[in-house]
């Protein structure tokens, strides 16, 4: 299989592919060896071949440790992509993640058997709610967009049983994340579209037009993905409720808001959360996320199934009273929950079904609960403040030589134009994104929301210090600088990374999708 | 926590911006200001979060019991190496590979977890991965419906009852209608069924699930597959135990278009449900219709091989509400855990791996049939698991057996109405002999105590 020669394995050029490194037959012993297979099953049901390599583990350990190296994460450096908060992973997480009860449990182990998984899930449940301002959160969507397909499956199933199916409308501001009509979309509703003011928000004259008694769904975030507090949010939302219509809280912002306001109090019957932004779990490299979905009262019975259902531990239950007694002497605090016993409830028949195999991201359900612990209260509080600080910060400082179209106090993150730039020197916002990878930092998320032209969208989070963001500031403005000297360096960026701007056209035109054997 | 401001900072950063504090910041209009206490445990220090987490964890007595649980969810061994090298910062706190000049080695992981994939099940392509097996099942029959734009499926109930119930759950908001196929006393779909319902070429897809969720081999014969192509109706395979496709006749060989599944049995952690990862494959016919991300091999502005996201116009940040799915995440991390073990398993291992599972589950068969009033319930081919009669309610046996602190698979009555008396039961390499052993006793023990009861 391997036909590689001394210049594939040099340094800096792409490592080969995993399978042009292997031999048949170099195989590591980590399983008994197995009988032939024609032993247990007749030839025809079983393969002809099965093309994969032999790689010795020291090779497989050198292949993806090069690979590591060839990728940017937060750990490396500066991660300001916006709505996507991108701050620091606590190790702690990941431990308790890790461990072995949580980790090597199966999801049809019997209640009685789960009961700490059970009870990490209804901590976090109930948290989630009284942090959001929510009657409860079902932790079975996957990720965001997942969640908003689950919470629009919602307002579909609430309205049918209303006898209201002529609610075929979902309203979206213009400045909306990709997967709010989308998901609309996968439920037969048709999005509206809704312009923002000269403000950057919806304006409550505008919405009016819109809604009717066809009005299902009104899908907004705050705030909003220019940073933008819709500070009429409370009008908008009476309005919507007074065709008749839902309010959905998009959560992908929500590190802006903790201890400060709720969407619940905000008027909105319906939102999701990104667990992965906000609670700090590892994003992966695009996944897996965490999405519960949460609901006002006259929602809760249609949320996905499972959801944790809790009681009381029974009186007589006089051992596990006494580890309780025990644990709170041992400085572990006691809390209610854990005089609880906890089941999964699958018997919820306006419930609009679950959305995936198995019950919920219990592995990722444990590092959010970990940073719920690790903050409490008075600490998400400080996060959402801070968050905004750091943002509002690299605003005020970034304004000295980039447009910031809506200058005013922002919250998580902001955008900035570079189209003021770019009519007087040609360079573009992805010159600067790009820039900035060869000053090792991620880049912005660029060219979004679609009515600012040339966006830049910048969320700092709250996990940075005022030295990075500093240093963020100082670069930002020798690359906007050396562009209307020379803005020639700065289209050619990156030059230090492993490969340069990479040809887009021809993989999309002539896609190269798998390795193919020669 | 985790925050890194002195007070000096803020106070420098708060006159920077012009305003007096952070509370002047977070301004909002008093109608929807915060006024509730926030019901939440205040914060602990680090080492107490371990100790909380100690315990509750002890309180997750199923790791240490016997057990034949499977149905979906699998345990295989994980060489540690997969932890070392995933656990890796640079992976960890990567995102969605953006920026290709900075993400080459993710990119190349992602490559090289579509090859696997396309290896595996013999297919074309396979995108970046979805959520897991049963929201691959759903996005895959959405792929079918934009294909011939058909609004009913056609889905045998010998598929996993948890992806049924999920694609149910998609298609109330799609309004496309789902039809069943019975199962025959094989224990496999019933073919002739299937071969008069897609006559009325009214179905956007069927979906066949092979090991299906009895464990048994269930494929499209010739002349099935023959009638559904002749009717236009899109073959869908379903695959929850990927370690099968070490094994087994490749979904492609029996005629899939597309093939659907979950790939948790490649070195991801059971972890009570998640997270886990999906995968779809497809002929090339269906490029443009896959969801969610798919890289490309391509080259740099100076030739050099580069990996890049590709065909991003049909994805929810382009189209926006005409994008073929609204998927936005990925399972990235659990796809490249998978890749990590199918490198270091390699096709050896791969193969031995299929192998004991074969052989350690034919012993459990053997074990518990030998036992007076168990029955196997099908004689069929069986990938890792075997469906196990006991003749009297499945949940009072588990129960019993649960006091011996054995997990003795999965009652199907929870599912199948008609199968309470009947044990799903998994045995894979993990399986010892011994447990085996200590199963059979127990259930002989607990079946006759029932039956004289």
Redesign the interface.
Known sequence: MSTLTSNDLALNAAPPLIFELGQEGRANRYVEEGKPLEQFLPKTLLRDDLPLPDNSELDVVRHFTQLSQRTFGIDLGFYPLGSCTMKYNPRINDAMASKREFAQLHPYTPDEFSQGALQVMYELERSLASLFGMAAFSLNPSAGAHAELAALLIAKKYFKDRGETRRDKVIVPDTAHGTNPASAAMCGFKVISLPSDERGRVSVEEIKKVLGDDTAVCMMTNPNTLGLFEDHIHEIAAAVHEVGGLMYYDGANANAIMGNVRPGDMGFDLMHLNLHKTFTIPHGGGGAGHGPVGVAAHLVEYLPTPVVRAALRQAQDDTRAQDDTRASQNGRPLAPSDTMTFSLDFDRPKSIGPMRSFWSNVAHAVRALSYMYANGADGLKKVSQLAVLNANYVRVKVADFLETPYPEICRHEFVASAQELKKATGVKALDIAKSLLDHGMMAPTMYFPLIVPECLMIEPTETESKETLDHFIAVLREIVETARKEPETVMAAPVTTVVGRVDETRAARQPNLKWEPA | ?????TQA??R???D????GS?DE??A??D??????E???????P?Y????????????????D?I?F?G???Y?H?A?P?I????????????????????????L?????W???I???TGMD??N??V?????ALAEGA?MAINANGRKKLLVSRAV?P??R??L???C????VEIDELAYTAEGTTDLAALKAAVESKQYAAVALQSPNFFGN?DVLAADALAAVRESGTVPIAVISEAMS??????PA?WGAEIVVG?AQSFGV?????????GFIAATKEH?RRIPG??????????G?????L??Q?R?????????T??????????A?IA??Y???????????????N??RS?ELATAVSAIAGVDLKFAT?FFNEVVVDVHQPASAV?AKL?ERNI?GG?DLGRFYPELSTCILMNAT?LTSSGEIEALATALSEVVHVHANV
Do not use: W
């Open positions: 926590m985790y925050t890194p401001h900072d803020i420098a950063m708060l920077a911006i012009g305003v952070l910041l977070l909002v209009p109608a929807v200001a915060l006024k509730a926030l019901d939440i445990v205040p914060a602990l680090e107490q979060i371990a100790r909380r987490f100690e315990h509750m964890a002890a309180k997750n007595t199923g790791v019991a057990s649980l149905a979906g969810a345990r061994y060489p190496a932890a070392t090298l995933a656990m890796r910062g640079e992976f960890l706190t990567a995102y969605t590979p953006y920026q290709a000049e900075v993400s080459q080695g993710y190349q992981a992602i490559y090289e579509q090859s696997y396309c290896l595996l392509i396979a970046a991965s959520y897991d097996g049963a929201t959405i996993d948890n992806y119930a999920v149910k759950t998609y109330d908001g799609l309004d081999i496709l070490a094994a087994l006749a490749t060989s979950e952690a059971p972890a009570y449900g998640g997270p886990y990862v490029m991300r798919l890289v490309g091999k391509s080259v740099d502005n100076e050099r091989t580069a990996y890049v590709t065909l116009a994805e929810q940040h382009i189209r926006r509400e005409r994008a799915s609204n998927i936005c995440t990925n399972q990235a991390h659990c490249l890749t990590i199918l490198a270091l398993m390699g096709k050896t291992g791969l193969r031995d791996v299929a192998a004991l074969l052989e034919r081919p588990l649960q997990l999965v390499e």
